[in-house]
């Protein structure tokens, strides 16, 4: 098979291409490299959005690509606004890739109109980036994205993408359960795991001395993302147990240099109003690292999973993050076990070759 996936948010499309790449598939990846993250691409989209010469330069390069995106039996878009244009300057582009390849599908991965809408409305979701069961969240970047995605031209281009696409792979629970609300698309609707390979090595084993903690900030998100909350909870901690507790923290670094600040670690704070692990936990628990975040049992239930319960939930509250890290620091004995448990779960459910076949499973089905 011939597939081109564009657009990337935390190395999903760079880590399934691996994946298709080693089951004998052609694989192209077009993408910004999600940002100051730069993950690997083979056609890169960036835009420096600082002057006029960067949007010169982005337009020269995306025209200049346009034939190397032809010809595909499957293009997979990140999210509707797949490319760093306004939305309204998208569904051009949209409807060239529609008449020179055969199949094309929209991942639910991230926000877009229907996460917005249906959890600003219907709220099918106890908690999520925009309510808290019946009140809806009202700190900025909640704000900013309603106001982004709801009665805007992104509204227009998701609903116009998901009416006209061959299919919507979601990667976490809560996107499959959101798009399955719209009873018009829910026909295309399939839930894959996100991929993630394996490191090399992997630290399973608690010796004793501090818990290591770490902690990874993204730029203009922490809110958003309730990261600013979980740590909050961490450095009360630290300064209740000074030394029982190791405090790391990551803020705006390339993926590579995350990636080494992250290792050695014993646990990790992650995506305080998720249901589910997302890639950055994923990628943590692949290292034997413990995840306190987002492990509600639907993320069990969706995966079959009846025996590991590696990730310590936490609800969207400071209080329920600082009382489960103390629990954690107070009885270390968990701690092997729960990290096992991690590399477990990741090497039956997130193993990027088992990825790989249930998507060429779902684009075979199209």
């Not at 670094?253 to 080494?260: A, G, I, K, L, N």
């Not at 477990?344 to 070759?353: A, L, M, Q, T």
Request: hydrophobic share 35%; charged share 25%.
């Amino acid at each position: 098979m011939k597939i081109l996936l564009i657009g990337e948010y935390s190395n999903v499309h760079n880590t399934l291409a691996k994946g298709l790449r080693e089951l004998g598939h052609q694989v192209t990846v077009a993408s910004d490299g999600d940002g100051w993250k730069n993950y690997p691409r083979d056609i890169d989209l960036h835009r420096d959005r600082k002057s006029r010469m960067g949007c010169i330069s982005f337009l020269w390069r995306l025209f200049k690509a346009l034939p190397r995106m032809r010809g595909y039996d499957v293009v997979q878009l990140i999210n509707p606004v797949f490319l760093e244009l306004k939305a309204e300057r998208i569904m051009p582009f949209y409807r060239y890739l529609r008449r020179h390849n055969r199949k094309i599908v929209m991942g639910a991965f991230g926000i877009d109109y229907y996460w917005a809408k249906i959890n600003t409305e219907l709220k099918p979701l106890r908690y999520s980036d925009f309510n808290f069961g019946t009140e809806l969240r009202t700190d900025h970047e909640a704000l900013l994205y309603r106001n982004e995605w709801i009665g805007t031209p992104k509204q227009t281009l998701n609903q116009a993408i998901a009416a006209d696409c061959d299919g919507i792979p979601a990667g976490l629970y809560e996107y499959w359960a959101t798009y399955n609300q719209v009873v018009e698309i829910r026909y295309k609707m399939q839930y894959i795991p996100y991929p993630i390979v394996m490191p090399g090595i992997y630290r399973t084993s608690f010796y004793g001395g501090p818990l290591r903690l770490f902690v990874g900030i993204s730029r203009d998100r922490s809110a958003y993302k309730g990261t600013d909350i979980m740590l909050s909870a961490a450095r009360r901690l630290k300064e209740k147990y000074p030394d029982k507790l190791e405090l790391k923290i990551a803020e705006g670094v390339p993926f590579d240099e995350y990636q080494r600040m992250m290792d050695g670690s014993d646990a990790i704070l992650d995506q305080l109003y998720s249901y589910t692990p997302a890639m950055n936990s994923l990628l943590a628990m692949s290292k034997g690292i413990i995840v306190i975040g987002g492990g509600e049992p639907e993320n069990y239930e969706i995966l079959n999973e009846n025996e590991l319960r590696p990730i310590i939930n936490v609800q969207p509250s400071e209080q329920s993050v600082y009382d489960e890290l103390e629990q954690l620091i107070l009885h270390p004995e968990r701690i092997p076990e729960l990290k096992r448990q991690s590399v477990e779960y990741i090497k039956r459910h997130h193993d990027y070759i088992k990825v790989a076949l249930r998507y060429l499973d779902f684009y075979s089905g199209l």
